[in-house]
């Protein structure tokens, strides 16, 4: 394998870092090159908001409810971002282009946008020696965390990710086997052979969760899948992104 392929095979997420911060200049690098991902039709919908101020850091933090939100060497907020494109319009040329605007087709578009530019950033970031994690868990309030960033119209924030100095080094976690995940011409509708090579990937789980170095427990991805989506959370995203005038028609 290539120094690529290794690099991207050998992710794990960090989650405690050294009290080192990152310069403007690896700043620049790492989002120059992310910046450089695929997009669709040129839009480029998306912004990135790097976040300096510890007072700002640590009201993410608090929606987080993860400390390595505020304890890190840069933080960044993703976000979708369809206003720049509709601010480029006249105000005729708006009315016009409201129903393309609040689309779902172009939230996806904004929101695919966006995952494309994070997993650059996750290359290029470790790619310098750094470390990343991505942080969902901003959407626990995702208002809020609008109101702290005084997100206009027409931009949603998606997720964080704090990157830095690892001051850990986690085992890699397994994933799922390339036959689940990878189907050739339709999708594999065989439940027994794919249920099969899914007990075999939870007995490999298991044995990780019991023998990593911190944190072990008995579980399975199975179970845990179950136990996420019998619950449902952050429902008010849906009103949310709604009132933000994308994903309504």
């Given amino acids: 394998m290539n120094d690529t392929i290794n690099l991207i095979s050998n992710h794990r997420s960090i989650r405690k870092f050294k009290n080192k911060k990152l310069t403007t200049e690896q700043i620049h690098t790492i989002i120059g090159a992310s910046k450089q991902a695929s997009t669709s039709s040129y839009v480029m919908a998306y912004t990135v908001i790097g976040i300096t101020d510890e007072t700002v850091k640590a009201k993410l933090k608090e929606v987080s409810g993860q400390e390595y939100v505020a304890e890190n060497g840069h933080f960044f907020v993703f976000c979708a ?5 509709y601010q480029q319009a006249s105000a005729i040329e708006q009315e016009e282009m ?5 689309s779902t087709e172009q939230f996806l578009v904004s929101t695919v946008d966006t995952a494309l530019v994070a997993q650059n950033t996750v290359i290029a970031a470790e790619s310098m020696g750094l470390g990343t994690c991505f942080i969902g868990s901003l959407r626990n309030n995702i208002k809020r965390v609008n109101d702290i960033l005084e997100l206009p119209e027409h931009v949603v924030p998606l997720f964080g990710m704090a990157v830095g100095y690892p001051d850990e080094n986690p085992d ?3 994933r799922l086997p390339i036959e689940v995940v990878y189907h050739e011409n339709k999708y594999n509708k065989d439940h027994q052979s794919q249920q099969e090579l899914i007990d075999s990937f939870n007995e490999e789980l298991k044995m990780y969760y019991q023998t990593r170095a911190n944190n072990a427990r008995t579980d399975t991805w199975s179970e845990q899948m179950v136990r996420k ?4 959370i952050r429902m008010d995203v849906t009103t949310f992104i709604k009132n933000k005038k994308l994903n309504k028609r």
């Fill in 172 to 174: 890699k976690k397994p």
């Fill in 98 to 102: 409201q129903e393309s605007i609040e």
């Fill in 229 to 232: 989506y019998k619950k449902a």
């Fill in 81 to 85: 971002d369809l206003n720049r494109i």
